[in-house]
């Protein structure tokens, strides 16, 4: 098959390969602009106008690491835009395959439609860090500004990016459409042995970094998280599964099943949140210290803890909404695909709002939990780093306020989460109702 | 709430039919279960039912042919209620189902009407007897009630070891034999089925329908089967047959 033959199968006209085209490009926009962005900050600047964190030496690492944790749930979110409209894709090249199309040939097809998406995200990464450099370069006042003017070696690190980002989207594509949507594989011994490294990795790095001048042990430790993380995601997704199913509504139950028809999907979002719950655990000692009335902070000083803890926080709310975004994806693509068996749940009465509600505790089981455990780990992880530092547990008059802080946080983020489940729930009603209409009992 | 309650007494009446049946009260003055008046229905501009008239009694197994797109399914789908009659009346059980709201059908049909369609049309999540409760658990059955009574449907149904084998992994004629439990698990007083036995190969489609057939025989169950093999046909009591959205014809098969 020629090239060109390959590339007009690829490109389709349907709605939903359409979207899914364009949640690949922007994601990949948005891993693009973040790596640009870490590049530029590791690369070093000394403009007038910046904040320190992006100037100081021993400040930097921490914004590069930032902007390279908040490329994880992008990246979980272009898994999960890779998988979506599989319905109508399946379709297409089932049509090919009958046509004649070899397997090697609809790989081909299939990496070339994400092939596509990644490249067209990869050139719109300048225009998103351009973007980003008006909002965070040009409109704070000076002494406030985040990123400085972009200058060619951004030009020629976005030209190497491009065929980068475009290979590994095209791999993605070819690799994904292997292995099938199907993530029903259940945790096993590679999932046990990753969530035990990654715990260890913490906390011995973490152990090591407090005596170290060095930030490796840091990195290691982020790394660990990350590892552990992903590993526990599967697993909590599934407790919570569990949990849901004990309850005696037939709701509770649906979403319950669902969880554990594929509780791969919903863990890397829980995973994602789980280390947002971490960062929110940190954030909330951090505060509680810096905001201490037992220390007297200089004007200057105060800003700068409270407007390093803003933008942590923001980076943190950011990694969130990706997640949360990405979990609601997997719902849309769930309610496309399986209309069918919903439009039998709704001939038996299950309406719009019970399906909703079946939706909305699918949603809170994988957000909620994962805060949860998130904030709680932080705060353990923490206090436990201080009690090496200083050679003893703090005392429990010091352990009480960061502790109730970050309790504080977590239920409010976790409020927060389950009112923007409700809300996302809310506006795929017309979804909702469409995947209830009788007509799809004669869908094929 | 008072439809709640009418629906109840519906159900009741139903129930003492059938126990008065064997005793010869109510045999002689066959019980209409459904009753299509002028029924008239069109998606967007393409009418699907011009004026259909059908009469269906307690017991009775009626086939609906007729070739592809004259408007079987949406004939079946109408008289369930899962689609509103445009024109017309349609009265299932003894309601009129276009002056029932939706929720309301859908009470109907999950207490006193059972579905089966092409291809099983089973929540692939759920086991094969969460499947069958399904009608239950919505209908607010405690779930162990609901799973016992469902494990025996299946049992009657000759599938009893798959009880815990999820919807998915189930084969094209397992699936079917679930979608007749749940159908049957309410004990209702009707049956749809469109198209049963379309995914089976013959003998495993003779099979189903003699499954079905049977166990809602023995249950004075009456059953619309719409189909298109004449075989299936054959094995109901009296065959109707659709074109172009009208019926064409009407006759005893047995």
């Known amino acids: ?20 085209t364009a949640i690949i490009a922007g994601s990949i926009a948005l891993a693009g602009q973040l790596l640009l962005f870490a590049l530029h900050v590791a690369r070093g600047s000394s403009a007038d106008g910046l904040v320190s964190y992006v100037t100081e ?13 908040l490329i994880v749930p992008v990246l979980a979110l272009t898994v999960q835009a890779l998988r979506t409209a599989s319905v109508a894709r399946d ?14 040939q609809l790989r081909a097809i299939a990496a070339a439609q994400a092939g596509w998406a990644a490249a067209l995200g990869a050139v719109l990464a300048a225009p998103a860090y351009l973007v980003f450099w008006i909002a965070a370069g040009v409109l704070p006042p000076s002494g406030a500004r985040l990123v400085a003017v972009p200058d060619a070696a951004d030009v020629v690190t976005w030209l190497a990016l ?40 913490v906390v011995v790095s973490m152990a090591s970094y407090v005596d170290s001048e060095s930030n490796v042990g840091l990195l290691i430790a982020i790394v660990g998280l990350l590892v552990f993380a992903f590993a526990a995601g599967p697993r909590l997704v599934l407790a919570a599964a569990r949990a849901l199913e004990r309850r005696p509504d037939t709701e509770s139950l649906l979403a319950a099943r669902r969880l554990r028809a594929d509780p791969r999907t919903a863990g890397r979002v829980a995973a994602v949140l789980m280390v947002c719950g971490v960062a929110l655990g940190f954030q909330a000692l951090y ?12 004007a200057q000083d105060l800003g700068f803890y409270v407007g390093g803890l803003g933008l942590s926080v923001a980076v943190v709310v950011a990694g969130a909404a990706v997640a949360v975004f990405s979990l609601v994806l997997n719902a849309i693509e769930h309610l496309v695909a399986a209309r069918r068996p919903l439009a039998t749940l709704a001939v038996f009465g299950l309406d719009e709002r019970g399906l909703g509600r079946v939706l909305v505790r699918q949603l809170l089981a994988t957000v909620v939990p994962a805060v949860a455990l998130g904030a709680a780990l932080g705060n353990v992880v923490l206090f436990s780093l201080i009690s090496v530092a200083i050679g003893a547990w703090p005392p429990a008059d010091e352990l009480l306020g960061p502790a109730l802080l970050g309790l504080a946080a977590a239920v409010v983020a976790a409020l927060l989460l389950a009112l923007v489940a409700r809300l996302a729930v809310r506006l795929l009603r017309p979804l909702v109702r469409a995947a209830i209409a009788p007509e799809n009992l004669r869908a094929a | 709430m008072h439809i709640r309650g009418n629906l109840q007494d519906g159900w009741n009446a139903g129930r003492l039919g059938r126990l008065l049946g064997p005793l010869g009260y109510g045999c002689a003055i066959p019980r209409a279960v459904l009753e299509l008046i002028g029924v008239e229905y069109a998606y967007t501009r393409t ?64 207490r006193d009407v059972g579905v089966v369609l092409q291809f099983g049309q089973l929540v692939p999540d759920l086991a094969a007897v969460e499947n069958v409760a399904l009608p239950l658990l919505l209908d607010g059955w405690a779930r162990g009630r609901a799973l016992r009574a469902a494990a025996g449907w299946l049992d ?24 007749v439990a749940r159908a049957l698990v309410t004990e209702p007083e009707i049956v749809f089925a469109d198209e049963p036995t379309g995914s089976l190969d013959q003998a495993g489609g003779f099979e189903l329908l003699e499954l079905l057939v049977g166990e809602a025989g023995e249950g004075g169950v009456a059953v619309v089967i719409v189909t298109h093999d004449r075989d299936v046909a054959a094995r109901a009591d009296r065959e109707v047959r659709l074109l172009d959205g009208r019926l064409d014809m009407a006759r005893l098969t047995r």
């Not at chain 2, 307690?58 to 899962?82: M, N, Q, Y």
């Not at chain 2, 189902?97 to 049909?109: G, H, M, V």
Request: glycine share 12%; charged share 20%; hydrophobic share 45%.
């Open chain 1, 91 to 104: 379709q297409r090249l089932a049509a090919l395959r009958l046509a004649g199309a070899t397997p090697g």
């Open chain 2, 156 to 179: 009657r149904v000759g599938i009893g070891q798959e009880r815990d084998t999820l919807a998915a992994e189930l084969s094209g004629g397992e699936s079917q034999r679930v979608a």
């Open chain 1, 162 to 201: 491009i065929p980068v980002l475009t290979v590994c989207g095209t791999g993605a594509g070819a690799l994904l459409r292997e292995r099938g949507g199907g993530t029903s594989a259940r945790p096993g011994a590679a999932n046990a042995a990753a969530l035990i490294a990654g715990a260890l990795l």
């Open chain 2, 47 to 110: 009418p699907a039912l011009r004026g259909v008239e059908l009469h269906v009694d307690a017991g009775e197994v009626v086939a609906v042919t007729g070739p592809s797109g004259c408007g079987k399914s949406t004939l079946l789908h109408v008289a369930a209620g899962i689609l509103p009659a445009q024109l017309g009346v349609v009265r299932l059980l003894g309601y009129d189902l276009t002056a029932l709201s939706e929720a309301q059908r859908a009470a109907l049909r999950r």
């Open chain 1, 287 to 298: 505060a509680y210290e810096t905001l201490n009335f037992e220390y007297e902070w200089a």
């Open chain 1, 57 to 69: 030496d021993d400040l930097q690492l921490g914004v590069i690491v930032g902007a390279l944790l």
């Open chain 1, 1 to 20: 098959m020629k090239v060109t033959t390959t590339i007009r199968l690829a490109r389709s006209a349907a709605d939903a390969e359409r979207r899914r």
